[in-house]
């Protein structure tokens, strides 16, 4: 049964567009998607997030249909049509020219246009028959557009910025980030109520992101959009659905307040299971002192906590974040601070001039970062500087001792026949093999992994395993191409970090303006339309942008005048009192052994003199014992009290 619902009831929320009901995906024993539950109101737009591996793509699949769940199901308001943008696109798609290659999105009014070619040539040689058909179908398809469909294309088209001339041209020759445009063009001359998009902003440029960025904010659509940009998430999304070992979890909000909110439920929940561990911890010790008093009350009592344990719910243990990767980069094997000398550097294609007259300086430690429009030069010009183009014009030099490791965007640099293992051990050749499997766990290759072929692995895969081979060298200058596509958040994240501590230059390529933020010290802009195709800006503080805020403080939170001191005061007082009650919690118990000690030794001392006739001793030793049971009887009362203020105290 196709578990695709395409209504809902009229008992629904109405303006949920989507829902996932249990939604359940495996792959023979292996369960990717695990009770997927949550609901989609219309016009939202959803951030899909999670480690690599984590179901996104999966997800998504199963939204459109292509999938067919193992539980659970989809269902869609009554008249919901959903179209996707996938990650990657199919080569016959884009077989055509532009203009065809997005007037495909009207595949129902072609296949219309075409019976119509048929029996209108079946009318104009005598076919009666096809009369009728010709001009019912005609009217339909004048119903749905059919007059209007191609003007809208060229007019869509020219709105995504193609040219006339471009839309006559192969769309499989367009940029990286040009297909995305034109697919994303296709896919809303269908006009679809719910757009599916997969990693959109990959191989776009910063102009381009921040143009879906507008689209998307502007469209009164659905969207879904699986993302790895921060910078993206934050502009666009209300909601960030989170896919997490297997589950789901849905947060209003953009990707920073998601972040804030999540790390605020982690602190709570890891808080509250270790108060439940110690409160459990007590209670069996109070149940242990009880039973080991062994009197009646001692009994009841150790009953009685016995079965209040037993009513307890119990946490789980928070889940730990899925493994990621975790590694430095290796210490510059430089000490020289001229790193690099660039002086006029020129390069050209037939037709395009990318630079002219390109010059500029590197020391050590500073991270200059290339941007501009796709097309421009920009992995062309780290070729250069890393040998594997020539220039038409000018010179570079590497500083004295200087070494230099390079991060290529398309991997060409990984040798497909390999394995995880001995790609990186052919750079290391003199580590053992525990030295080379412990730097392929750093980043993210466990177990078996180390011995899958690099032919078989993913763009993340590939993606980490290039970073491994570049970063333990000890290179002096690190020369990145793109270094973050395809990888998750939380890897972006890490090689951050890995770059601010890292002691050596850094000349990169990106798009991810959160990186950018991150990291750049300078900037260096290639465009045509900057004097020689270049502009360069020393400590600059483009795109150095406030970092987006979480979600607003609720109005119901704000806090009166001499509010904090006096809520400071309070908890002061409070955990005086805690220290207080379990320092005499603890004296008492103490005084409870020791008392039942003595009670013991009077006990027995009172059997040994049972037959004396020193009655003296004999009325000395029961008071004694009198006295004693009544100090415990006031000794257990206490310690119940203390035990029930300290769990008040939680």
Request: aromatic share 8%.
């Amino acid at each position: 049964m196709n578990r695709l619902q395409r209504e809902r009831s009229a008992n629904d929320e109405a303006m949920y567009v989507l829902t996932c009901d249990h939604l359940t995906y495996s792959v023979g024993a292996r369960e990717i998607l695990r009770d997927v539950t949550f609901s989609v109101n219309r016009g939202a737009k959803v951030g899909v997030i999670g480690v690599n591996g984590a179901g996104k793509t999966t997800l998504l699949n199963l939204l459109r249909g292509a999938l067919e769940p193992s539980d659970g199901g989809v269902f869609l308001r009554r008249g919901t049509e959903i179209g996707c943008l996938q990650q990657t696109a199919d080569d016959e798609l884009l077989a055509s020219s532009v203009y065809e290659t997005a007037l495909g999105g009207f595949s129902a009014l072609l296949d219309m246009e075409e019976r119509l070619r048929i029996l209108q040539e079946r009318v104009e040689n005598g076919d009666e028959s096809a009369i009728s058909p010709f001009t019912e179908l005609h009217e339909q398809f004048l119903r749905d557009g059919g007059n209007e469909f191609r003007a809208r294309t060229v007019s869509l088209l020219k709105r995504f910025g193609f040219s006339e001339e471009a839309m006559r041209g192969p769309a499989n020759l367009l940029s990286g980030g040009q297909k995305t445009k034109l697919l994303l063009a296709r896919l809303l001359l269908r006009e679809p109520d719910v757009l599916l998009l997969d990693e959109p902003t990959n191989h776009l440029d910063l102009q381009a992101i921040e143009w879906l960025e507008g689209f998307v904010k502007a469209s009164p659509k659905t969207f879904l959009i699986v993302s790895h940009d921060r910078a993206f998430l934050d502009a666009v999304a209300t909601d960030v659905l989170e896919l997490e070992h297997g589950k789901s979890r849905l947060f209003s909000g953009n990707y920073t307040a998601f972040r804030e909110k999540k790390r605020r439920e982690q602190e709570a929940a890891a808080r509250h299971y270790e108060q439940q561990q110690k409160e459990i911890r007590r209670i069996e010790e109070f149940i242990a002192n009880q039973r080991r008093w062994n009197r009646e009350r001692n009994i009841i009592a150790a009953e009685s906590r016995e079965k209040a344990l037993a009513r307890m719910v119990r946490l789980e243990r928070p889940k730990d974040a899925p493994r990621g990767i975790s590694f430095r980069v290796a210490e510059s094997s430089s000490s020289s601070e001229q790193v690099l000398s660039v002086r006029g550097l020129s390069k050209r294609f037939p037709g395009v001039r990318l630079f002219d007259g390109l010059s500029f300086e590197l020391r050590r430690g500073d991270r200059l970062f290339v941007v501009g429009p796709n097309g421009t030069g920009k992995s062309t010009l780290l070729k250069i500087l890393t040998g594997r183009e020539t220039a038409d014009g000018g010179t570079f030099e590497l500083g004295y001792n200087q070494s230099v490791g390079y991060y290529d965007q398309e991997q060409q640099l990984l040798d497909p026949e390999n394995t995880v293992l001995d790609e990186l051990w052919s750079v290391y050749a003199d580590r053992k093999l525990s030295e080379v499997r412990g730097m392929l766990a750093q980043f993210g290759f466990y177990g078996e992994d180390v011995f899958k072929p690099v032919a078989v692995l993913s763009g993340g895969e590939r993606a980490r395993l290039s970073i491994a081979k570049m970063v333990s060298c000890g290179v002096s200058l690190l020369v990145l191409d793109e270094p973050t596509n395809h990888l998750d958040i939380s890897s972006r994240e890490t090689l951050e970090d890995a770059l601010k501590q890292y002691d050596g230059t850094v000349l990169a390529v990106s798009h991810d303006r959160a990186f950018l933020r991150a990291l750049a010290t300078d900037l260096l802009e290639l465009d045509p339309a900057l004097p020689g195709g270049y502009r360069l800006t020393r400590g600059t503080d483009v795109l150095r942008s406030p970092a987006p805020t979480a979600e607003p403080a609720s109005p119901t939170d704000k806090v009166e005048p001499g509010a904090g001191r006096q809520s400071y005061e309070d908890a002061k007082r409070q955990k005086n009192r805690q220290r207080a009650a379990e320092a005499r919690f603890h004296a008492v118990e103490t005084e409870i052994e020791t008392a039942e000690r003595e009670l013991s030794d009077v006990r027995a001392e009172q059997e040994r003199q049972a037959a004396s006739p020193d009655y003296a001793l004999l009325g000395s030793l029961y008071e004694r014992a009198e006295a004693l049971e009544k100090a415990l009887d006031a000794l257990y009362a206490e310690y119940e009290e203390l035990d029930t203020e300290l769990h008040n105290f939680g």
